[in-house]
């Protein structure tokens, strides 16, 4: 069974452009997950979906945003990227209907975005 | 103060060496997680933990819910065990808080 895959694996933007990211979870996974790190706040969370609905978000500013398809795959895009989002972002699919029936989360290698 | 705080921040030990990384959080939570994340990002789900006791090979995790406290046990610490160890609880608004990571360096 293919695990989680990340696309684009490395992507380097300026300030205010605008970035999609591309997650494709694990075959029969409904629930994605998406998290933000950087070294100065290890892992946060972002949001998390299942069955095309936002299930749960975190405390992130309106210029992050995601959407899930109907097969599963789920992109995040932010808008007016600022130097601060540099960071490996990284999704991860469950069959866990949420975050608190975290059963098991299998995460994808990251998309490391650099802003310059 | 974090949620959610893991002691030590780094940990250098032996090859062979019976080694401790410790979570402390401060809120209610539905489970308690531990990952392995190693160097290029990827992560590793190694236990999920509600209550008692776990364990995997070397690997033993430990919860007690009424000091809020969980410990990650390695038996005999091999070099491949060289990663950092984050823990992560979800709590009861389905919010997921992690530790800033204990980062474990096992030399040969």
């Known amino acids: 069974k293919a695990g989680v895959t990340q696309t684009p694996r490395y992507l380097i933007k300026t300030r205010g452009q605008q970035v999609t990211l591309s997650c494709s979870p694990i075959s029969g996974h409904r629930s994605v997950s998406w998290y933000q790190q950087t070294p100065g706040q290890g892992l946060q969370f972002l949001f998390e979906y299942f069955s095309e609905t936002q299930r749960n978000k975190g405390n992130f500013p309106g210029r992050f945003s995601g959407r899930q398809f109907s097969n599963s795959r789920s992109e995040m895009n932010v808008s007016t990227l600022e130097l601060g989002d540099s960071a490996l972002y990284l999704c991860?699919?469950?069959?866990?209907?949420?975050?608190?029936?975290?059963?098991?989360?299998?995460f994808g290698p990251g998309t490391r975005l650099t802003v310059l | 103060k974090n949620e959610v705080e893991q002691s030590p921040q780094n940990l250098t030990a032996q090859e062979g060496e019976f080694i401790t990384i410790n979570c402390s959080y401060s809120?209610?939570?539905?489970?308690l997680h531990w990952l392995q994340q190693h160097p290029g990002g990827g992560i590793v789900s190694l236990f999920m933990?509600?209550?008692g006791k776990k364990k995997h090979g070397r690997l033993i995790a430990t919860i007690n819910i009424q000091e809020k406290h969980s410990s990650l046990h390695i038996t005999a610490s091999h070099p491949r065990d060289s990663a950092v160890y984050i823990c992560a609880v979800g709590n009861r608004d389905d919010k997921i808080i992690f530790g800033k990571g204990t980062r474990l360096h096992i030399l040969p």
């Open positions: 991860a699919s469950s069959t866990a209907l949420r975050a608190r029936e975290f059963n098991e989360q299998f």
């Open positions: 809120v209610g939570i539905s489970a």
């Open positions: 933990l509600s209550s």
